[in-house]
């Protein structure tokens, strides 16, 4: 109990993922659902993290910081695109975005 | 004892704030709760010995991509609060959960079986930073270098999308509306 | 000499294409003079082959390409001009020469000049593939191309219901027959192992007799029915539906003669099989009689020379069924000559009738269509085989055949023919240039055709009458590749009974034919003469009834039989089994589109679940193949 092994991360990570879903699943808001996503990659990374941490590996910290370059790209072209709907409509609810309608 | 403090503590702290992040109504709340759980997961970063990574994670998220997101609710009413209406809530547990418990079993997957090797493994005597540098610069240049050009093309991509006048939208319109706004278009050139 | 054969091949082909460049434009007298010069180059290099393997010299082999090569398979496009081909290439390249030339004159005031000339080079080509290909499968394509090309020219004023019908049957019934054919290929393929002729042939010695007998009966019946040979003779006379000059070239001169040209092609195996070449020379026989007797009282111009063509058929067959393959293939040629120059006759006399067919609404034509009546009068004393005229050479050497041969009934059989093929002749000829002018009561004002037809079919006309003079030249280059028997009596005495009688049986039945039919009395037929309703009369007329019987036993249950399948098998089945799959990607498409909500959130619900689905696959398999030795010792364990 007291010794942290991988497993402990592993199950942190699969926790806040699972947070992470929730949100993009109930999530209306789109500013909101990038919330979400982020805590999607951030639930990743830590599982990256401890992985490259206990087989002494590099890789996964390497992971980690691509998928922070990622991340850090996504947000910008995400914010992009929500301005410029959200100057087109004025709101940035899903439940309007419905031209994709089959 | 002291790490396996520091893990359940911080743990319980991200769980927590990640937890305000997606089902608080308040917009500010939510970006508050976020900006806490990513500095708290640094710890963790830290805990592991990845320092690197740790301070990498405070500058930009904490720092970069939380301060877009803050620009970004300027545009929007923030006391309002978020409406969410949701048909079913079981749904969306229950798929939240059974597919992070298969993320866990394929994680624990190939520990179960011992058939992992470091294929860069740990520098004796190197810090954390060098170590990482040395493999950055090696093994993947290549990816280095084009992740360094996405970010450009991210950020040029932000600046013209947030920038441009773009109160036209060709798929919203109908067609005699496209051929009036190319009318007009072709009269500025004119003049 | 490659260069030659090459040209002599090709040529047409190029004449067609051009030809068919102008398939959509209005009439350009262009698209039927260069066809012709092709054509007629076609005929210059041929006439050089002749005189260079006349003159003894090797018989040219080509091999243009690979065709097919697949394992043990390998067909070229190879090309041989030998002793037989080389005449097969003369016949057709000279009569088609003349016809195209002709069909400029009688294909003028025709909408479809230009399709016409396209179509009639096409077929050259096509029967130049099949003569001059050295394998079975090049000659199975040429088959095939004057098939079509047959199709189409039959068809050719497709506005009329009878000509597409007309064309439908000949194309259906040369199928049934093809497919005896294609069978006999197979046979030939499985057997020897090559569908090279001279490997093939070489092969054959060697192999059981009655696999033997099988491939002979399979070609014949592909023979039977380009040959038109009973019971595969009805599209023959049906075929009279297609404008005159295709009527010289194919149902005259070159197509039909193809089945002729297979088996004198075939005659190493055929040597080795008499009791099936006995079948043969006996169809022949009857088939003789048969046409030559159908075509006593038809009152259709054309039908009656075709009929004539018919019977001239089998007196081929006769010849090649008894082993005189030599004697067939120059009754084939001395044939193609006076046929074609009847048929283009017949086709002035058409034009001048504005296309009356019935003879006996004709008589007296000779004054106004001199040409046309000399030329028609001589060619059809060359088809009785008066002396010194081709038919004389080639038809009672047939007869000395079966004579010498000791065929007796087939000899009389057709030496009886012969008196009918002069009397049906000389009745038409009669009917058509003598006695009163029985056309003035129908309005009409007959007209000689143009003057360069006449001239175009004068080479006809000369070689008519000329052609059994070169039995002997012709004698000895054939023999080179074709077994040299010759046919002499034993005693003299013998042999200039035989051929006085039949001279003089012929002469009178050209007398009898004038006598009844040249004179004023002769009347328009209206259905009220005693012989008119003579039973033997309608027989005949009818062609034995047997055009009926096709249609009531064999058309019509097959047509009942196939709506059977159409509204049981077919709709219930077939239709119901396509759209029920139709239905269920329809419905389930209908169903599934709900799906495709637009609204965001949703979908991310969806690509939730799917992933969701594909982890669990990648869990189920990675234990599967983790565990895969115990799962199949307890499957093994459950008696799977």
Redo the contacts between chains.
């Keep these: 109990m007291m010794e942290i092994g991988l497993n402990h991360y592993l199950v942190l990570s699969t926790i806040l993922f699972a947070i992470g879903l929730i949100g993009v699943m109930r999530r209306k808001n789109l500013l909101l659902l990038f919330f979400a996503t982020e805590i999607l990659l951030n639930s990743v990374n830590i599982a990256f993290a401890a992985i490259s941490h206990y087989y002494g590996d590099l890789t996964g910290q390497l992971f980690v910081f691509f998928v922070i370059a990622i991340a850090a790209s996504e947000v910008a072209v995400g914010l992009g695109l929500l301005i410029v709907w959200h100057k087109r409509h004025g709101n940035i609810d899903l439940d309007h975005m419905s031209t994709m309608r089959g | 004892m002291f790490e396996a403090i520091a893990f359940y503590l911080f743990a319980f702290l991200t769980t927590l704030m990640f937890f305000i992040t997606v089902t608080t109504s308040q917009a500010l709340h939510a970006l508050t709760a976020l900006a806490a759980g990513m500095i708290f997961i640094s710890a963790f970063f830290f805990i592991l010995g990845a320092d690197f990574l740790g301070a990498i994670q405070i500058v930009v998220y904490s720092g970069a991509v939380m301060a877009l997101y803050a620009f970004g609710m300027m545009f929007f009413d923030t006391t309002r609060e978020v409406k969410e209406k949701n048909g079913n809530k079981y749904i969306v547990f229950g798929l939240s959960i059974i597919s992070a418990v298969l993320v866990v079993v394929i994680f624990a997957a190939p520990i179960v079986t011992n058939n992992i090797k470091a294929l860069y493994p740990m520098v004796k005597g190197a810090g954390n930073t060098q170590e990482l540098g040395m493999v950055l610069f090696t093994k993947y240049l290549v990816p280095f270098e084009v992740a360094a050009v996405m970010l450009l093309v991210a950020m040029i991509a932000g600046i013209v999308l947030a920038g441009k006048k773009m109160d036209l939208s060709l798929t919203l319109m109908s067609d005699a509306e496209i051929i009036d706004a190319k009318k007009e278009k072709t009269k500025k050139v004119l003049q | 000499m490659e260069i030659y054969l090459y040209i002599a091949l090709f040529s047409p082909l190029v004449g067609s294409l051009f030809a068919g460049l102008f398939g959509a434009s209005p009439r350009t007298k262009i698209a039927g003079i260069v066809p012709s010069l092709l054509l007629f180059t076609s005929f210059l290099s041929s006439t050089v082959l002749l005189v260079y393997i006349l003159g003894g010299g090797e018989k040219v082999h080509v091999e243009m390409m690979t065709w097919m090569a697949a394992g043990d398979l390998y067909i070229p496009f190879g090309f041989v001009v030998d002793q037989v081909s080389v005449t097969m290439m003369m016949v057709v390249t000279l009569v088609s020469t003349i016809v195209h030339i002709y069909s400029i004159g009688y294909m003028d005031h025709d909408k479809g000049f230009n399709r016409f000339f396209s179509y009639l080079s096409a077929f050259v080509f096509s029967m130049m593939i099949l003569v001059m290909s050295d394998n079975f499968a090049g000659l199975f394509i040429g088959w095939e191309g004057v098939g079509l090309c047959s199709w189409l020219l039959i068809g050719f004023w497709y506005h009329k219901e009878s000509a597409t019908w007309a064309a439908n049957e000949a194309f259906i019934m040369n199928r049934i027959a093809d497919l005896g054919m294609l069978i006999g290929i197979f046979l030939v393929y499985w057997s020897t192992g090559t569908l090279q002729y001279e490997q093939a042939f070489a092969a054959m010695s060697g192999l059981d007799k009655e696999v033997l007998t099988w491939i002979g009966i399979f070609l014949f019946i592909g023979a039977m029915g380009k040959s038109a040979q009973f019971p595969l003779h009805t599209w023959l006379a049906d075929a009279m539906e297609g404008p005159t000059p295709v009527s010289a070239l194919i149902h005259a001169a070159t197509m039909v003669t193809a089945g002729v040209y297979l088996v004198v092609r075939a005659n190493p195996l055929y040597d080795l099989i008499p009791h099936v070449g006995l079948f043969i020379a006996s169809l022949g026989a009857f088939v003789a009689l048969f046409a030559a007797s159908m075509a006593l009282v038809n009152r259709d111009m054309k039908r009656i020379i075709a009929y004539s063509t018919l019977s001239q058929l089998g007196y081929m067959f006769v010849a090649a069924g008894l082993g005189a393959y030599w004697v067939a293939l120059f009754h084939l040629m001395a044939h193609a000559f006076f046929k074609a120059l009847l048929f283009l006759g017949a086709g002035n006399v058409m034009h001048a009738m504005h296309n009356e067919l019935d003879p006996f609404k004709m008589g007296g034509l000779r004054k106004v269509m001199k040409g046309t009546f000399i030329m028609m009068t001589l060619a059809s004393v060359a088809l009785a085989g008066i002396y010194p005229f081709a038919g004389f050479f080639s038809k009672d050497l047939i007869l000395e055949v079966a004579f010498v041969e000791q065929h007796y009934i087939i000899y009389s059989v057709l030496l009886f023919t012969a008196g009918l093929t002069a009397f049906y002749s000389f009745r038409l000829v009669a009917l058509i240039f003598h006695g009163e002018e029985r056309y003035k009561i129908f309005g009409i004002h007959p007209h000689e055709a143009y003057k360069f037809m006449l001239v175009a079919m004068s080479p006809l006309l000369l070689l008519a009458i000329i052609a059994g003079s070169f039995k002997m030249t012709y004698f000895e280059m054939v023999t080179a590749m074709l077994p040299a028997t010759e046919y002499h009596l034993h005693s003299v005495v013998t042999y200039w009974i035989m051929t006085i009688g039949t001279q003089l049986f012929v002469i009178l039945a050209i007398a009898f034919a004038y006598k009844k039919y040249a004179n004023n009395k002769v009347k328009v037929p209206d259905g009220t003469s005693k012989i008119e309703n003579n039973l033997c009369y309608k027989v005949l007329s009818n062609q034995y009834y047997i055009p009926y019987i096709y249609e009531e036993y064999l058309v019509k249950p097959y047509r009942e039989l196939s709506s059977v399948f159409w509204k049981e098998v077919d709709m219930k089945v077939v239709d119901a089994t396509v759209d029920g799959i139709a239905g269920i990607i329809y419905s389930s498409g209908e169903k599934t ?1 709900v ?7 949703t979908m ?2 969806w690509m ?2 799917g ?2 689905i594909l ?2 696959l ?2 189920v398999f ?1 234990l599967t193949a ?1 565990y895969s030795g115990e799962i199949k010792a307890i499957l093994s364990g459950l008696g799977v």
Aim: proline residues 0%.
């Design positions: 589109r799906m495709q909500s637009g609204n965001l959130s991310l619900k939730v679940t992933v969701i982890l669990s990648a869990v990675g983790r």
